[in-house]
């Protein structure tokens, strides 16, 4: 027979591995939605996401194709420099973005097209994210604002 002392360590043993094991899955749970990957528009180009994955995108806005629809909805097209994905975004546009800019949207890749669910643009002249900058330098395409 095992001694009552042997038996009680056992018995806390396993209730601490069962609270272990829930506590890591409720923190998993927890974060499912919060976690947002970031990808550049030639890594979207070369194997697209599925339509249910929420994941950030940026890049520079491309020059000539920012288009104010009704209302609120806005398209453009984000580039790297090696390839450009469509965005279409329903809200209102932070103050600093503009065509040439650095942004960063979340959203999801349906059809073909990123649909935005929150658009960030650089908080000052010469801020950019450092995801952006350094899928731009990976391209070749980042100058950097001092020269």
């Avoid at 453009?76 to 600093?96: C, E, I, K, Q």
């Amino acid at each position: 027979m095992r001694s009552l002392k042997k038996t009680r360590r056992i018995q806390i043993i396993a209730i601490a591995a069962v609270a272990l094991a829930g506590s890591a899955a409720l923190i998993g749970y927890g974060f499912k939605d919060g976690i947002n990957f970031f990808r550049s528009p030639s890594q979207i180009a070369e194997a697209p996401p599925p339509p249910s994955e929420v994941f950030r995108i940026g890049g520079l806005v491309e020059d000539g194709t920012l288009i104010r629809g009704e209302g609120t909805l806005i398209s453009f097209s984000v580039t790297d420099g090696g390839a450009s994905v469509p965005v279409t975004y329903d809200g209102v546009l932070p103050d600093l973005f503009g065509e040439g800019e650095g942004m960063v949207g979340t959203g999801s890749y349906v059809d073909g097209t990123f649909v935005a669910t929150e658009i960030l643009a650089r908080h000052d002249e010469t801020y950019m994210p450092k995801e952006v900058i350094d899928a731009l330098k990976e391209q070749g395409v980042y100058r950097d604002s001092d020269g």
